[in-house]
């Protein structure tokens, strides 16, 4: 049986993945593209983020503040590029694209406490 913690916990898990994701393309654009790798972000979060988005115990309050800071740094990597990213070197060459990847870094340190969890067994 899915309750909304599993489900929340399976979202965890797709949040760290993303975050790894941004680091692995700091330097070179994905296979999917820019475009694609900053619409995903909204595949998992509901924004505007608040205090409940990632609730506690799925989320520790440390990985929470890395995300809130992560989404911070997303909305402003997409507010300095167009609705179609077609200079990714030149995006990637920004400022706002190098604090988009350091916020992903410090997600991925956040999260690396307790890694992934997992997506059968609930946390208590």
Not at 11 to 30: F, G, Q
Not at 57 to 80: G, H
Not at 83 to 99: H, K, Q, V
């Amino acid at each position: 049986m899915t309750t909304s913690r599993s489900v929340q916990q399976r979202i965890r898990n797709r949040l760290l993945e993303y975050a790894d994701w941004v680091v692995e393309a700091e330097h070179v654009p994905p296979d999917l593209g820019l475009n694609e790798l900053l619409n995903h972000w909204e595949d998992w979060v509901r924004r505007p983020v608040k205090a409940e988005t990632f609730p506690a115990p799925v989320f520790t309050e440390p990985e929470a503040e890395a995300l809130k800071a992560f989404d911070a740094a997303w909305d402003r990597i997409c507010s300095a590029t167009p609705a179609s990213i077609r200079d990714e070197r030149g995006t990637m060459a920004s400022p706002a694209w190098r604090d988009f990847v350091a916020a992903a870094k410090a997600t991925a340190r956040a999260f690396s406490v307790r890694g992934r969890l997992s997506e059968e067994v609930e946390l208590a």
